[in-house]
């Protein structure tokens, strides 16, 4: 089985319009929607939900007022500043709660208890075009990074209960924890990005993670018409370090389209300019030996 993932060192570079498009090319998949924190997939998608899981992300502190006396011994020892006394009332702030548990354990009246954070889940089932598995962080929750490893884990399940060959993970964007628990012991890794300045910085943030992983990575860039220069400037900086360009896309307002209609672009019209460039780059990285 392979697994492969689809990164993005920024936002709005068209990271999860091309791994839609990789995800309904031919053969069934599985595709795992790792931008827990936003994903959006499954809007695409819509697959049918065949397994629900509530995900854990942490505690948080609730203050029963029948047993609190005010004495603030709580907002003394909060280091996260997450309690106040306001109009002589004990407050607790949700977003600023670490779920520490300090609080709980010192409070003399035993006024503090704490709530799991259980608004979060995790998806599968069934898409199109195979199987599909996303993870959705509630708003104000933590820990993504474990959200994703959830995420890849039952994908690998998913993947051998019904014995398809390729995993798609569409990554998060960015360099931190998500992205790195969506790329420890992928196969291989492909970085959308984009025509700016901007774009080759954080492609070059990018690849310094990937290489920590020893990953073969292979670098799309989107849009590229719009600013040749730099687009050259991006491929200069590829060979130079010895990073594959799997290819170049051109910009094309159909891609707007096709969501619209809730299509990827290889769905929406398999004959634009486009489409025809992503099926190319698709089989260069199938065929890369790892």
Known sequence: MTQIAVISGKGGTGKSSIAAAFATLNGKVVVADCDVDAANLYLLFNPIHEEEIVYISGSKA?????????????ESYCRFDAISIIDKKVVISEISCDGCFLCSHICPEKAITMVRNDKSRMY???????KMVYGRLAPGEENS??????????????????????????????????????????????????????????????????????????????????NSSMSNQIEKWCTQNEITIAGKLPFDKQMTEAMVQLKSITEFNPYLEISNKIKVIWKKILNQKK
């Open 62 to 74: 609730v203050i029963n007022y029948s047993l609190c006396t005010g004495c603030g011994i709580c």
């Open 145 to 226: 990074g474990k959200l994703v490893n959830m995420v890849r884990e039952k994908a690998k399940e998913v993947a051998k209960i019904n014995n398809l060959d390729t995993t798609i993970l569409d990554g998060p964007p960015g360099i931190g924890c998500p992205v790195i628990s969506t790329i420890t012991g992928v196969d291989k890794v492909v970085i959308v990005t984009e025509p700016t300045i901007s774009g080759l910085h954080d492609l070059q943030r990018t690849i310094e993670i990937v290489k920590k992983f020893s990953l073969p990575a292979f670098v799309v860039i989107n849009k590229y018409n719009l």
């Open 124 to 130: 599968s089932g069934s898409f199109r075009n195979g």
